[in-house]
């Protein structure tokens, strides 16, 4: 029953991700990133310098990333253009509709794509419905929006811990893949 909301692997966070072995050794041509949480805290627009450097190697290994984010358009549009990177704001996650979307601009395929993300509601349940490799990070900052808040992370927590707690995931802290 729960086993969508697995992710495929559980990181410490994006630069925990070792571009290069990620498109060389799971075949990865395109990324989708969630925004809050994930490149910056939430409620936030600047990203530090780890994050930056990140995004500029997945662009210099030619893959490509796009950003997909439940987030006010405003903001969405924000980082993404200082990025330089394409971006599909929706209130939507976790239905198909936005993963292929960004899977259409990027022009790839389910096998070809991962899904990096804060959130198993969300980010990891999205990503397995059409099974794309998913990528679990631990969120940035423990403050999120209300509903985020309120709905999702308690519920959240009480999986994470069972899971690790029987070793159906574990955090991964050192440069994945390995």
């Known amino acids: 029953m729960f086993q969508i909301l697995i992710p495929d692997v559980y990181v410490e966070n994006v630069y925990t991700i ?9 075949k990865i041509k395109g990324i989708i990133v969630d925004l809050d949480n994930t490149l910056v ?5 600047h990203m530090d310098q780890k ?9 210099e290994s030619k893959m490509k990333i796009c950003i997909v984010s439940n987030s006010p358009s405003a903001h969405v549009s924000e980082i993404g253009n200082l990025l330089d990177i394409p971006f599909y704001f ?11 979307e960004a899977m259409k601009m990027m022009d790839t395929k389910s096998r070809e794509t991962a899904v ?3 959130q198993i509601f969300t980010d990891v349940l999205g990503g397995n419905r ?15 929006a209300l509903g985020t808040r309120l709905f999702y992370r308690a519920l959240e927590q009480r999986i994470m811990s069972f899971w690790l707690k029987h070793g159906k995931i574990r955090l991964i ?6």
């Not at 994050?51 to 662009?59: E, T």
């Not at 929706?90 to 292929?100: A, C």
């Not at 490799?133 to 423990?142: D, E, F, G, Y």
């Not at 802290?173 to 390995?178: G, V």
């Open 173 to 178: 802290k050192d440069k994945w893949p390995e």
């Open 51 to 59: 994050i930056l450097s990140w995004i500029n190697r997945v662009k």
């Open 18 to 26: 070792d571009v290069d072995k990620l498109q060389d050794q799971k």
């Open 90 to 100: 929706s209130r939507y996650k976790p239905l198909k509709k936005p993963f292929l």
């Open 130 to 144: 059409l099974n794309l490799l998913t990528i679990l990070v631990r969120p940035l900052k423990k403050h999120d």
């Open 41 to 45: 805290p939430w409620g936030k627009n």
């Open 116 to 118: 990096i993300g804060d």
